[in-house]
C-alpha cells in the first residue's frame, strides 16, 4: 500500500496557546431506533488541559463511551451528533468534514480501545500495524517507521520488541495486547489521549500494571488523558479530575480528592458508597437501590430522582437540573439540592458489623476433596496433542502432552460454610469445581459428599446426587435457556428433583422468585426480557428449587456492574444464613472473596498456596503470591498509598509447569536455589492452626507486611 | 393428573410466545428481502392448493390439432407439442416442485438435524465419523449423487424425493453440528447436566430448539436446491414421469421447439426462477431476522 | 415397387441401441435389431440407384428424397469431385468394430464402408455376386460354388485369396459370434484353389445365402481372422478405419487402391469424421450453422422446417423400423384376450403416429414389410370404438377399467411421445396406462429377460425377408420374442413357412398367420412404421442411404 | 502449521474411506444383475451362473468390496463393460476436459464476483448494491441448462458468435478451443459469480462491522486502506473456502451442462455409465469426482491456513 502523501493535509496548528486543550461545550449525540430518538450524551460540557488525566465514570449505559467517541467523530448511523462544540485547541472539530478529520485521528488525538482480544486486525503483524499509523501521519521511510514501531513497543514495556515485531496479534497475551494498543496510540506523539474501558477486559494484576503505565507516559510524553471507566478504583488510581455520567448527563465534576471526600451529587455518594473497603468488614454490602433508568423512558425531572435517598417533589417535576458550580468548592454538580446536602459521610449508615457469624466445625465436613488431579490432553480432537517425540530409542514413541490443569487439591466444606477460590484466570479454580461436582471425571483424587465417595460410585448414583449439589455460573444470559419461559426453567428444576409437580410445582416457583426478589409473574417472561442482575437471580432461584446443600458459585457476579454485584452477594449471605446451604464460592477478585467467604485458599496453577480462614489469610504471615495478590486490589480511597508489588511476566503454561515451586519462576521473594527444586508442602503455620501455606520462607518472614484487613490510619 | 396439566400448560401458548410470535413478524416484514420472499413462497403455495381450479384444462388432454400454439386468448401459455394447455400443466406444476422442495428438505432436516446436534453435542469419535460420513456424502455432486440413486431407487416422483433428502441431509448436519457446538458451551446446558439431566433430553429439549434459527435459514436455502436438482434430473429424463407437469420436464421437452416454439420453454423456465427467487430471498431475509448481531438498535 | 431397406430399430434421432444382445461383449446399449437375412432369390444387376419413395414429396429446391439420382446430372468432370472431408454429425456413437460380432446399426452404417461381403444386397432385392465373381448353387440346393475376384487388396496391402475367405467362415463357424448358430446347417467348407470358395450344406436353408451380404460373414484377412477380438477392422471396402474416440467422434479415410473404384462410382471424400451428437436439435442446429455437412436421424418435428429451408436438403428413406405396444400375455391383465382387444379399441392409431412422426410414418396391422407379397390386404387395424372397449372391459370383468405400468426407453423419443398420446386415449374408457421411462440397460433386464412389466413399447427392423418379421418377434423361440403369446396354430404356420421357397405358397401361410394374429390380438398392437431421416448441406451430393435401409455408403458422394 | 495440515489430510482419509464405501454401496444395489448385462438373454443359465463366479458376485458383499479395493489401491479400476476398455484410461482421456470447463467457468465468476461482491458491501443498500443482488439472485434462480439452452439460441444460432456445442482439443487448435469453451464456461460462471458474490459481500459486511476496523477508522485511515488493506484481507479468508467448494460444484454441474453443449467431460461419460449400468465405469466416475471435490477443498484448507496467520503459526500463549 502506497504510502499517504501528507502534502496536502493540514494538522491543526495550535492558534492560541492559552486555550485549553479540549473544551467540549454541550455535546448531544442521539440514536434513531425503532421506538424514537434516544439521546446517549446529553448536553455534555467539560475542559481538559495537557498534562492532566480526567476520567468519565458511571455504569454502563451512561453514555461515556458516546461521548469519547463523539469527540473523534467516530459515531456510525444510526447515530448523529446533533449539537455542541467540540474545541480542540480552539477549533472546534465538528466543523471538519470526514476527510478532513483524517490527520486528526491517530496524530493530534489517540483512541485506546476497550477490548485488546478484537481491536487488533488478526492478519497483520503488530509492527505493520503501528508502522501504518506512523506513516499515515509523519513522512518517514518504511525502515524509520520500522524502527519507530520498535521503539514505541520499548516504552510500552514489552518484552524483547525487537523480534517481536513481526509477530501476530493472536501470539501476545491479553496484557501484551493493550500495550500494543498503547504502542499504537502513542506512535505519533498524540496531544490527547482518549482510553475507553482500557483495562476491563483484565486480570486485576495487569491491570494495575497498564494503568501505572498510562500515568508514567503520561508524566514523560505530557498528553492530555480522557479516561472512560465504571470502576471507581482506576479513577482514584490515575485521575487528576473526574466527571460522573448518569443516563447521559454529566451529573458532577470535581477534583478527585474533593470528590471522593465531598462529593456534591447523591449518585457519586452512592457510588462511592458501593466499592467494598478490604478493612471494613460488613455484615450487609452496601448496594444502591434499583438500577439505572432505559435512555429510551427517561423519568420526569431529575433522571436519577427514583432511586435518590435525597429527592424531593421538586426534584420530580422541575425538569433535569442542569450542571452548575456548587459555592465554595471547585465541583459543579447537576442537583438542585448540591448546596444544602452535606455528602461527606457515607450516606449508608456504616455497616460495619461482626461481619460473617463463625461456622462450627464440629462434625464431619459436609463435601470434602482429597489431592483432587485433572490433567488434559493438549489440543483438540483425536490427533490433537500427539506429537513424536524422538529423544532414545529407534522408534519415535507416541507422547501425548498433557495439561495438568488441577494437581493435588485437598480442602473441606462444612454445612453453612462459604469456601473461597481464588486465583488469576488460568489457575485452574473452575475445573476443581467441574472435577468436584463430577460435571468431568477427575484424573485421580477422592471426592466425598455428606461421607459417600463421589469418585466410586456408579452413573446413576452421582445423578441421583445431584440434586444435593447446584451450580451458579458467571455470565447469567447463557446461563438460561433463551428458549424457554422463567418459569419453565425453574420448573423443570423442581419436577426433576421431585420436589414438586403440577399446581402444587407453580405454586413453589412463584415462592424461589419471590424468595430472590423478583415478581411472580416473571415466570411467563424470557430470560432476554431482564436485567443481568435478575437473570443472576433467576439462576440463583434455579439453583435452589432442588433444595441442594451445597451451591458452587463460578464467578457470579464478575459480569455484572459493581452496583448490582453487592446487592446479588447479599442475596446469596441471606439465603445461606436462612436454609445453612453450603458455598464453593469462586472469584478472580480478592475483594470480592474478602466480604463473603468463611475460609478462603489462593490458587497458583493448579496447587493451592495458601488455605485458611479469610482473617488468617488476610493478615500476616502470608504467602508471597497472596501477598502481591492483595497489594494489587484498587481501593477507592485516593489518600491510602500502597507499594504494590507488581509480578513480572505471565502465568506459565499448564503444559510444562515450573519445577519445584511452582511460582518461584515470579515470586518476587524467592527463598533460593530450594524453590526450584523441591515442590513446598502445604503445611500448618503453626502446629494447630487451621492456616496453611506451601512455602519455603520462615514464618517470620512472610509476616513483615502488616495486616490488610486492621482498619488503616488515613495518610493525609 | 398431573402429567396432563404441564403438557396442556405447555401446548397453551402463553402470552409471551405469543407476544414473541408478533415481535418475529414485525422484524420480518421490517426486512425487505424477507417480505418479498415470504410474497412469492405464500403465492406460490396458495396457487399450489387451489391449482385444479386454476387450471382450465386437464394437464395429460392430447389435442393434435391444436399443437404447439401461440399464446392466445383460449390457451395463456400456448400449447405444447402435443396440444397440451401449458398454463394449466405450469399452474400444476408448481405441486410438483413444492411437494419435491418440501418433501425432500422435510427429511432431509428430520434427519440431518438429529445427525448433526449428536454429533455436535457428543463431539469426540462420534463427531469425527459422522462429519467423515457427511463429507463423504457431500463429496459427491448433488445431480450427479441423485442420478445414481434415481436409477436404483427407479423412475418414481416419490423416489426423486427419497434421493434429494438424501444427497441434503449432509448440508443440514453440517449446520445442526456447528449450531450444536455453540450451544453445547453455553452455561444453561452444564446446569442441566447439573440438574442430572440425560444427554437425550439436554440433546432434544434444550440444545435442539436453540439450533432451530440457522436449520431454519439453510432448509429454505436447500429447498430452490432441491427445485432446481429435480428440474436437472427431468431434464436429463430420469425424475418426473410423464404427463406429469414438472417444470424440468416441460423444459426438456420444450428444448426441441425452442426457435419454433419458444413459450413450451420460457413459461416453466420462468416459473422455476421466480419460484427460487422466492425461496432465497426468504432464506436470505430470515438469515438477517434471526441473526441478533444485525439487530439496528444502538447498544 | 416399394422396397424394404433393412432399417436399424428405432425411430430417427437416437437409436444408439440398437446392436444386438450378443454373447460376447456386452453392447449396453443394444438394440434388438434383427440380423439381415435376404431372400434366397439370386441374380439380378446392380443398379446404382437407390429409389425411395416417401411420403414427403420432394417439392422446393432442396434435392428432396431423391428418386433417382442421376449421378452424372451437371455434367461436370468426375475429378471435381475427388478430395474434401465430409463433417457428418452422427445421431449413436458407434459401438464396438469387430464385423463379425457387431450389429448396432450405428456400426453397421460405417462398417458398410471398410468390410465387405462375398455377396451384396441389391435395391431391388436380388443379391449380386461381389467379392465372390460367380456364385451357382446346385440343383439340390446344398451346395454353394463361387470364384473369387482376383486383384482385390485388403487395407494392410495383402491380396484376398480363397484362404482368407475360409479363414473368416471358419472364424464364425468355430466362434461364438451372430451367424455361428447358421453353420449348424453347414457341412463342409472347401477352397479347391485361390480364387474359387465352396460351401456345402446338410438341408436347403434359404437364410444363409442372404446371411453371407451380411458384415456377420465379411471377409478379413487371415491375420484378423484368429484374432478372438477385432479392434480396428482391415477389410477391401473404399474406406479404411483411420481413428475414433469412445462416444465422441469416428474417422475413416479413402482407400487409395479400393479394387472397384471408378470414376462415376467414387469413392471420392478423403476423408470422413463422424461426431456423435445424442440431442436431435443441437444437432440440426449445428448443420444449420455449418458445422456438419450431413447428419442422420432428423426428429420427425424437424421435418417440416428442414424442407422449408433453402440451404439444406432432406432425404427420407421408408420404412426403416416397425414400432409397437408389447402386453405381457403371461401376466394378468393382459393374458385376457378381452382385456387386449378392449385396448386396441381404445386406441385411434392415426393421431398416435400423427402425434409421434408428424405424419412422416405409417399404420399398419401386419408385421410384414409394406408393398411386399407377404402383406395381407384385408386386415386393417381396429378404429378407435370407445363402445365396443368398455363392452371387451366388461366381459373381461373390470367394467371401470384398470392400472398398470406402461414402460418406456427413454431413448427413444417418438416412443415416447406416442406414449403419452396412447396414455392419454386408454384413460378415456379407464385404462390407466402409468409411464415409467427407463434406461435401455434397464428395459433389456427387467422388461426383455425378467418379462416384469404388463405394458410396453418396442421397435424392430422390420426386414423384406418375411422370416424376420413373422418368426423372430413373433414366435416362442425366436430370438427378440417377449409379449408371451402362444398361438400354436400361427407358430406352426410360421415354422412351416421357413422351409419353403415358393413365393406365392409362403404368401399364403403368412397371410393366414397375420389373421391369427388379428383375430387372437396378439400381445403385439403393431403402432406405426417410421422413415430413417437424413439432412444435408446442398453442396454435399450424392444418395446417402443404401439397399439395406439403414446403412449409409459414401462411395458415391461429393462436396461441390 | 503442520499440525494442522496433518490433521486435514488425516480428516480427507477418513472421508475417502467413506466415499469408496458409499460408491461401493450405492452401484452394488442397482437392479438387473451384472452378469446377465454382460452375457445378453439368451445366455444359458449355467454361462450366466460361470461367469457370476468369475466375476465373485455371488460372494458376499464385504468380500467383493475388499477386493474391489484392492484393485483400486493398484490403480486399476476394471474394464468398462459397456467400452470394453479400462476404466482408467476412459476417465483420463475425458477428465482434462471437464477440468478445463470447470476451472474456466471458476476463474471467470472469480474475477467478475470479488470485485462485485467487495463493491456492494462498501456501497450497502444503494443503488449499486442492489442492482448486484438482482443479478445473483437470478444467476442462482435458473437452472444451468437453460442458461445454455438459451446461450446456444442467442450466441450460436441467432447471432452465430460461437459454434452451437462441441470440443477443440487446446493442443491442436487454441483459438477454435476458445471459441468452444466461450459459451458453456460462461453459463456456468454466470452461477458461480452469483454465489461467491454473495458470499463476498456478507463477508465484507461482517468484517466492516468488527472492533479492528473501528480502530482503524480511529486511527486516521483512508476510506480506500480501511477497505482494502485491513477488511479486504480478513474478508476474503472465508470466500476461499467458498471458491473451492464452488469448483467442485461446477464439476457437479458439467454433467447436465456437458449434456446441453455435447461436451466430452467426464460428466457426459458418467451420464452414459449410469444410463446403461456400467458398474466399474459409474464406480469409477464418482469417485474420481469425488476426488476432485476433496483434494479442492484440501487446497481451500491449505489456502485458508496460509492467509490465516492464526492457523499458519498455531496458537499463541
Not at chain 1, 506429537?387 to 453453612?416: M, N
Request: net charge negative; glycine share 8%.
Amino acid at each position: 500500500m502506497p504510502a499517504e502523501s501528507h502534502a496536502t493535509e493540514t494538522a491543526v496548528d495550535s492558534t492560541s496557546e492559552d486555550a485549553p486543550l479540549l473544551e467540549v461545550k454541550n455535546l448531544r449525540t442521539e440514536f434513531r431506533t425503532r421506538s424514537g430518538r434516544v439521546v446517549a450524551s446529553n448536553d455534555v460540557s467539560f475542559t481538559l488541559d495537557r498534562g492532566e488525566t480526567m476520567g468519565l465514570v458511571g455504569e454502563s449505559g451512561a453514555g461515556k463511551s458516546v461521548t469519547a467517541r463523539s469527540i473523534l467523530q467516530l459515531i456510525e448511523s444510526p447515530g448523529e451528533i446533533t449539537g455542541g462544540q467540540v474545541l480542540f485547541k480552539g477549533e472546534d472539530l465538528l466543523e471538519r468534514t470526514e476527510a478532513e478529520m483524517g490527520p486528526i485521528r491517530g496524530k493530534e488525538i489517540a483512541l485506546i480501545p476497550q477490548d485488546p482480544m478484537s481491536s487488533l486486525n488478526p492478519v497483520l503483524t503488530v509492527g505493520k500495524q503501528i508502522v501504518e499509523t506512523v506513516r499515515r501521519h509523519q513522512d518517514v521511510s518504511g525502515a524509520a517507521a520500522r524502527e519507530r514501531a520498535v521503539e514505541a513497543m520499548r516504552d510500552v514495556g514489552i518484552p524483547d520488541a525487537e523480534e517481536r515485531v513481526d509477530d501476530y496479534p493472536h501470539q501476545f497475551s491479553g496484557g501484551m495486547r493493550q500495550r500494543v494498543l498503547l504502542a499504537i496510540g502513542l506512535s505519533c506523539q498524540p496531544d490527547l489521549i482518549i482510553a475507553d474501558e482500557p483495562t476491563t477486559a483484565l486480570d486485576v494484576t495487569t491491570q494495575a500494571k497498564i494503568l501505572d503505565l498510562i500515568n508514567d507516559l503520561q508524566e514523560t510524553k505530557g498528553m492530555g488523558v480522557l479516561m472512560i471507566t465504571h470502576n471507581l478504583g482506576v479513577v482514584a488510581q490515575t485521575c487528576d479530575h473526574v466527571g460522573v455520567m448518569y443516563a447521559g448527563n454529566l451529573v458532577e465534576t470535581a477534583p478527585l480528592e474533593t470528590l471522593f471526600d465531598a462529593p456534591r451529587h447523591p449518585y457519586t455518594r452512592a457510588l462511592i458508597d458501593s466499592i467494598p473497603k478490604v478493612d471494613v468488614s460488613y455484615d450487609e454490602l452496601p448496594s444502591p437501590e434499583g438500577s439505572m433508568p432505559d435512555l429510551g423512558e427517561l423519568p420526569a425531572g431529575c433522571n436519577f430522582a427514583p432511586r435518590c435517598p435525597y429527592a424531593t417533589d421538586e426534584c420530580r417535576t422541575a425538569g433535569d437540573p442542569t450542571l452548575e458550580a456548587v459555592g465554595g468548592s471547585p465541583s459543579s454538580a447537576a442537583c438542585i439540592r448540591a448546596d444544602e446536602l452535606d455528602l461527606r459521610e457515607s450516606a449508608t449508615p456504616a455497616l460495619a458489623g461482626t461481619g460473617r457469624d463463625t461456622v462450627d466445625r464440629s462434625g464431619d465436613p459436609l463435601f470434602e476433596v482429597r489431592n483432587l488431579r485433572k490433567y488434559f490432553n493438549a489440543g483438540g480432537g483425536v490427533l490433537g496433542g500427539v506429537t513424536l517425540s524422538r529423544d532414545d530409542g529407534l522408534l519415535p514413541q507416541v507422547e501425548r502432552q498433557q495439561v495438568k490443569a488441577v494437581d493435588g487439591i485437598s480442602f473441606d466444606i462444612y454445612p453453612g460454610e462459604t469456601v473461597g477460590l481464588v486465583g488469576e484466570s488460568g489457575c485452574g479454580k473452575s475445573t476443581v469445581a467441574r472435577t468436584a461436582l463430577h460435571l468431568m471425571s477427575p484424573t485421580s483424587g477422592e471426592v466425598y459428599f455428606d461421607g459417600q465417595p463421589l469418585h466410586e460410585l456408579d452413573g446413576s448414583a452421582v445423578r441421583s446426587l445431584r440434586t444435593e449439589m447446584q451450580m451458579i455460573f458467571q455470565d447469567p444470559q447463557n446461563s438460561l435457556n433463551p428458549r424457554k419461559t422463567v418459569g419453565q426453567i425453574i420448573g423443570r428444576a423442581v419436577e426433576k428433583a421431585d420436589v414438586a409437580h403440577g399446581a402444587e410445582k407453580r405454586q413453589r416457583v412463584r415462592e424461589l422468585l419471590e424468595r430472590v426478589g423478583l415478581s411472580g409473574d416473571a415466570a411467563e417472561r424470557y430470560p432476554h426480557e431482564f436485567s443481568g442482575g435478575q437473570q443472576q437471580r433467576v439462576a440463583i432461584a434455579h439453583a435452589l428449587a432442588a433444595e441442594p446443600r451445597l451451591i458452587v458459585c463460578d464467578e457470579p457476579v464478575s459480569a455484572l456492574d459493581v452496583s448490582v454485584q453487592a446487592q446479588i452477594l447479599n442475596l446469596l449471605n441471606d439465603i445461606q444464613a436462612e436454609r445453612s446451604i453450603a458455598y464453593l464460592f469462586i472469584s478472580h477478585n480478592i475483594g470480592v472473596v474478602r466480604h463473603s467467604c468463611d475460609r478462603v485458599a489462593v490458587m497458583y496453577l493448579g496447587k493451592i498456596a495458601e488455605f485458611g480462614t479469610v482473617a488468617e489469610v488476610f493478615s500476616p504471615p502470608f504467602h508471597p503470591y497472596t501477598e502481591s495478590l492483595l497489594s494489587a486490589v484498587p481501593h477507592a480511597d485516593p489518600r491510602q498509598v500502597t507499594d504494590r508489588i507488581l509480578l513480572e511476566g505471565s502465568v506459565p503454561s499448564a503444559i510444562d509447569p515450573p519445577s519445584g515451586c511452582r511460582f518461584q519462576t515470579r515470586c518476587p521473594r524467592k527463598a533460593g536455589a530450594v524453590c526450584e527444586t523441591d515442590v513446598p508442602e502445604l503445611e500448618a503455620v503453626a502446629d494447630g492452626s487451621g492456616h496453611h501455606i506451601s512455602c519455603h520462607l520462615s514464618v517470620e518472614e512472610m509476616s513483615e507486611r502488616r495486616s490488610f484487613v486492621e482498619p488503616q490510619g488515613r495518610l493525609d | 393428573m398431573a402429567a396432563e396439566a404441564s403438557v396442556v400448560e405447555r401446548l397453551r401458548p402463553t402470552t409471551a410466545q405469543r407476544e414473541r410470535i408478533a415481535r418475529f413478524a414485525v422484524r420480518v416484514r421490517a426486512n425487505t428481502k424477507a417480505e418479498i420472499g415470504l410474497a412469492i413462497v405464500l403465492a406460490l403455495v396458495l396457487v399450489a392448493i387451489f391449482a385444479p381450479v386454476i387450471a382450465p384444462y386437464s394437464i395429460s388432454k392430447t389435442d393434435i390439432s391444436h399443437r404447439s400454439e401461440a399464446p392466445s386468448v383460449a390457451h395463456p401459455f400456448g400449447t405444447d407439442s402435443l396440444g397440451r394447455d401449458i398454463f394449466s400443466r405450469v399452474v400444476m406444476g408448481s405441486r410438483i416442485s413444492l411437494y419435491v422442495g418440501f418433501g425432500s428438505i422435510l427429511a432431509a432436516l428430520a434427519i440431518g438435524t438429529v445427525i448433526g446436534v449428536i454429533a455436535g453435542y457428543l463431539g469426540g469419535l462420534t463427531d469425527e465419523l459422522l462429519m467423515r460420513m457427511m463429507d463423504a456424502a457431500m463429496a459427491f455432486p448433488p445431480v450427479l449423487l441423485a442420478l445414481t440413486l434415481m436409477v436404483v431407487l427407479g423412475p418414481d416422483l416419490s423416489n426423486v424425493i427419497l434421493a434429494l433428502a438424501f444427497v441434503y441431509t449432509p448440508y443440514i448436519a453440517r449446520v445442526a453440528r456447528s449450531a450444536a457446538l455453540t450451544e453445547r458451551n453455553e452455561s444453561y446446558v452444564e446446569a442441566a447436566v447439573a440438574r442430572g439431566e440425560s444427554n437425550r433430553r439436554i440433546i432434544f429439549s434444550e440444545v435442539l430448539p436453540n439450533c432451530s434459527a440457522p436449520l431454519l435459514v439453510q432448509g429454505s436455502l436447500n429447498i430452490s436446491f432441491a427445485i432446481l436438482a429435480e428440474a436437472s434430473l427431468s431434464f436429463l429424463g430420469l425424475g418426473a414421469q410423464p404427463p406429469t407437469p414438472s417444470w424440468g420436464l416441460m423444459i426438456n421437452v420444450g428444448s426441441g421447439f425452442m426457435d419454433t416454439a419458444p413459450w413450451i420453454l420460457i413459461f416453466p423456465g420462468l416459473a422455476i426462477g421466480i419460484t427460487v427467487i422466492g425461496f432465497n430471498m426468504l432464506g436470505d431475509g430470515l438469515r438477517d431476522v434471526l441473526d441478533p448481531k444485525v439487530d439496528t438498535v444502538a447498544a | 415397387m416399394k422396397r424394404v431397406r433393412t432399417p436399424d430399430s428405432a425411430d430417427g434421432s437416437t437409436d444408439h441401441t440398437d446392436s444386438r444382445v450378443d454373447r460376447r461383449a456386452f453392447l449396453g446399449a443394444a438394440a434388438a435389431s434383427v440380423p439381415f437375412a435376404i431372400a434366397g432369390c439370386t441374380g439380378g444387376s446392380q443398379s446404382e440407384n437407390t429409389t425411395t419413395t416417401s411420403g414427403s414429396s420432394g417439392d422446393g429446391g432442396s434435392g428432396g428424397d431423391t428418386t433417382t439420382e442421376s449421378s452424372g446430372g451437371d455434367g461436370s468432370g468426375g475429378s471435381s469431385k475427388m478430395g474434401g472431408t465430409l463433417q457428418w454429425g452422427g445421431a449413436v456413437p458407434v459401438q464396438s468394430l469387430d464385423p463379425h460380432l457387431e450389429s448396432a446399426a450405428a456400426t453397421q452404417r460405417v462398417l458398410k464402408n471398410i468390410v465387405e461381403e462375398l455377396v451384396q444386397l441389391q435395391p431391388d432385392y436380388s443379391l449380386k455376386p461381389h467379392l465372390a465373381k460367380t456364385l451357382e448353387t446346385s440343383e439340390d440346393k446344398k451346395t454353394l460354388r463361387m470364384t473369387l475376384q482376383e486383384g482385390v487388396t485388403f487395407h494392410d496391402g495383402s491380396e484376398m485369396t480363397s484362404v482368407d475367405v475360409k479363414a473368416s467362415y471358419e472364424r464364425v463357424a468355430n466362434g461364438d459370434f451372430l451367424a455361428t448358430g447358421f453353420f449348424d446347417f453347414v457341412k463342409e467348407l472347401r477352397a479347391p484353389d485361390d480364387y474359387s470358395f465352396e460351401i456345402q450344406l446338410t438341408e436347403p436353408f434359404a437364410p444363409f445365402v442372404a446371411r453371407m451380404a451380411t458384415s456377420e460373414l465379411a471377409v478379413v484377412p487371415e491375420s484378423q481372422a484368429k484374432q478372438d477380438k477385432i479392434k480396428e477392422p482391415i477389410g477391401t471396402g473404399p474406406y479404411q478405419f483411420d481413428s475414433r474416440e469412445i462416444d465422441t467422434s469416428f474417422t475413416m479415410t479413402r482407400f487409395e487402391n479400393y479394387w472397384n473404384a471408378s470414376e462415376e462410382n467414387g469413392p471420392f471424400l478423403d476423408t470422413v469424421v463422424k461426431t456423435e451428437i445424442k440431442d436431435p436439435t443441437t444437432r440440426l442446429q449445428s448443420l444449420t450453422t455449418g458445422e456438419f455437412q450431413f447428419i442422420n436421424g432428423v426428429a420427425p418435428k424437424d421435418v417440416k422446417k428442414l424442407k422449408s429451408s433453402s440451404n439444406e436438403r432432406l432425404e427420407t428413406q421408408f420404412p426403416k423400423a416397425l414400432v409397437y405396444m408389447g402386453l405381457n400375455c403371461a401376466k394378468k391383465p393382459f393374458d385376457n384376450r378381452d382385456v387386449r382387444l378392449a385396448l386396441d379399441y381404445a386406441l385411434d392409431k392415426e393421431q398416435i403416429m400423427e402425434a409421434a412422426l408428424y405424419g412422416t410414418g405409417k399404420t399398419t396391422a401386419t408385421p410384414a414389410a409394406p408393398g411386399s407379397p407377404w402383406v395381407n390386404p384385408d386386415v386393417k387395424p381396429r378404429p378407435r370404438d370407445l363402445d365396443k372397449a368398455r363392452a371387451h372391459l366388461e366381459k373381461a370383468g373390470m367394467p371401470d377399467g384398470f392400472s398398470v405400468s406402461f414402460k418406456i426407453p427413454e431413448s427413444y423419443p417418438t416412443q415416447v411421445q406416442g406414449a403419452k398420446v396412447i396414455s392419454d386415449q386408454a384413460s378415456d374408457v379407464g385404462i390407466d396406462l402409468q409411464i415409467q421411462k427407463i434406461t435401455w440397460s434397464t428395459w433389456l433386464s427387467d422388461v426383455y429377460s425378467n418379462r416384469n412389466f404388463e405394458a410396453t413399447t418396442s421397435s424392430y427392423l422390420a426386414l423384406w425377408y418375411p422370416d424376420v418379421s413373422f418368426f423372430k418377434f413373433l414366435d416362442p423361440n425366436g430370438a427378440f420374442f417377449f409379449t408371451g403369446w402362444d398361438n400354436s396354430e400361427y407358430n406352426q404356420l410360421v415354422e412351416k413357412a421357413r422351409h419353403l421357397y415358393d413365393q406365392q405358397e409362403r404368401a399364403k401361410l403368412y397371410h393366414k398367420a397375420t389373421e391369427i394374429m388379428h383375430e387372437d390380438r396378439a400381445g403385439h398392437l403393431l403402432l406405426w412404421w417410421q422413415a430413417d431421416l437424413y439432412g444435408a448441406a446442398n453442396n454435399y451430393k450424392g444418395h446417402m442411404g443404401t439397399a439395406d435401409g439403414s446403412t449409409l455408403w459414401f462411395a458415391d458422394n461429393y462436396i461441390q | 502449521m503442520y499440525a494442522y495440515v496433518a490433521r486435514r489430510a488425516g480428516f480427507m482419509a477418513v472421508t475417502l474411506f467413506f466415499v469408496t464405501v458409499i460408491a461401493f454401496a450405492v452401484t452394488n444395489v442397482l437392479p438387473g444383475n451384472v452378469a446377465l448385462l454382460i452375457l445378453g438373454p439368451n445366455a444359458s443359465e449355467a454361462s450366466l451362473h460361470a461367469l457370476q463366479q468369475q466375476l465373485g458376485l455371488n460372494q458376499p458383499l464385504y468380500v467383493q468390496y475388499v477386493d474391489w479395493i484392492g484393485q483400486l489401491l493398484h490403480g486399476s479400476m476394471g474394464t468398462s463393460l459397456r467400452f470394453d476398455e479400462p476404466v482408467v484410461g476412459l476417465i483420463a482421456a475425458k477428465l482434462p476436459r471437464s477440468l478445463l470447463l470447470a476451472v474456466s467457468a471458476t476463474l471467470v465468476a472469480v474475477l467478475l464476483s470479488i470485485p462485485l461482491g467487495v463493491y456492494s458491501a462498501v456501497r450497502q443498500n444503494e443503488a449499486p448494491d442492489v442492482a448486484a443482488s438482482l443479478f445473483a439472485f437470478v444467476g442462482i434462480s435458473v437452472p444451468i441448462f437453460l442458461w445454455g439452452l438459451i446461450g446456444i439460441l442467442v450466441f450460436a444460432v441467432w447471432l452465430h458468435w460461437f459454434p452451437t456445442g462441441g470440443y477443440v482439443p487446446p493442443s491442436k487448435d487454441p483459438m477454435g478451443a476458445l471459441e468452444h469453451l466461450v459459451l458453456p464456461a460462461s453459463a456456468m460462471g454466470f452461477a458461480l459469480t452469483a454465489y461467491i458474490m454473495r458470499m463476498t459481500r456478507s463477508s465484507m459486511l461482517e468484517v466492516l462491522g468488527e472492533e479492528y476496523i473501528k480502530l482503524a477508522r480511529a486511527k486516521g485511515m483512508s476510506q480506500r486502506v480501511v477497505v482494502l488493506r485491513h477488511a479486504f484481507r480478513n474478508a476474503i479468508i472465508p470466500v476461499i473456502t467458498v471458491i473451492a467448494f464452488q469448483f467442485s460444484y461446477a464439476f457437479g454441474g458439467v454433467v447436465v451442462l456437458e449434456q446441453v453443449f455435447h461436451w466430452p467431460g467426464i460428466g457426459q461419460l458418467t451420464l452414459i455409465a449410469i444410463q446403461s449400468r456400467d458398474i466399474p465405469l459409474i464406480q469409477g466416475c464418482i469417485i474420481v469426482v469425488a476426488l476432485i471435490y476433496m483434494l479442492s477443498n484440501l487446497t481451500a484448507d491449505l489456502l485458508y491456513a496460509f492467509f490465516d496467520p492464526r492457523i499458519r503459526y498455531g496458537g499463541g500463549d
